[in-house]
T-cell receptor, first 109, second 113 residues
């Protein structure tokens, strides 16, 4: 079966750096997405990786290793507004999106 | 503002009621989706429409009935629901079925009594 694993919850301190990991086992691979979802709000697109390596976008970076079935989202200079759930999703060989259950990130002052 | 609007935001219904959820996208996208989001579980894809044609029905019970009258509007008709159907129902759109990211609405929080 197809599976996406990510930690259920993480806690970090304002101003620090946090890395949220995502491992996947899917039927084929056509890209990996990260979404951010604040409580009571819509998930919003953060990043997309289809080739190995690091994609940087401001304070957020996303890394992909296709051979290891692994990605991470790196958040730098954490702010209180970064408290949210972070969803990892993989597009499989049929172009279906397979979703993880999300990682709830709690930022403490 | 994601360009995808869902109404109502909150809905409480009894098991014998009939209600509908509405989704409208202002992005000119060709694909629209209904997802179910339950606490601590992955998003569950329910239905997919491409150019108003249903292309995916993921073994969803018949008490959920989708309707896509045009490429900008999507409905989810609900009848004789069960308490376990209580969840956040998210609508999303994308440029095509296999291109681009999904744009989500803020969801309709459904409670079935």
């Amino acid at each position: 079966g197809q599976n996406i694993d990510q930690p259920t919850e993480m806690t970090a301190t304002e101003g620090a750096i946090v890395q949220i990991n995502c491992t996947y086992q899917t039927s084929g691979f056509n890209g990996l997405f990260w979404y951010q979802q604040h409580a009571g709000e819509a998930p919003t697109f953060l990043s997309y990786n289809v080739l190995d390596g690091l994609e940087e976008k401001g304070r957020f970076s996303s890394f992909l290793s296709r051979s290891k079935g692994y990605s991470y989202l790196l958040l730098k200079e954490l702010q209180m507004k970064d408290s949210a759930s972070y969803l990892c999703a993989v597009r499989d060989s049929n172009y279906q999106l397979i979703w993880g259950a999300g990682t709830k990130l709690i930022i403490k002052p | 503002e994601t360009g995808v609007t869902q109404t109502p935001r909150h809905l409480v219904m009894g098991m014998t009621n009939k209600k509908s959820l509405k989704c409208e996208q202002h992005l000119g996208h060709n694909a629209m989706y209904w997802y179910k989001q339950s606490a601590k579980k992955p998003l569950e894809l329910m239905f997919v429409y491409s150019l108003e044609e249903r292309v995916e029905n993921n073994s969803v019970p018949s008490r959920f009935s989708p309707e896509c009258p045009n490429s900008s509007h999507l409905f989810l008709h609900l009848h004789t629901l069960q308490p376990e159907d209580s969840a956040l129902y998210l609508c999303a759109s994308s440029q095509g079925l296999d291109t681009g990211e999904l744009f989500f609405g803020e969801g309709s929080r459904l409670t079935v009594l």
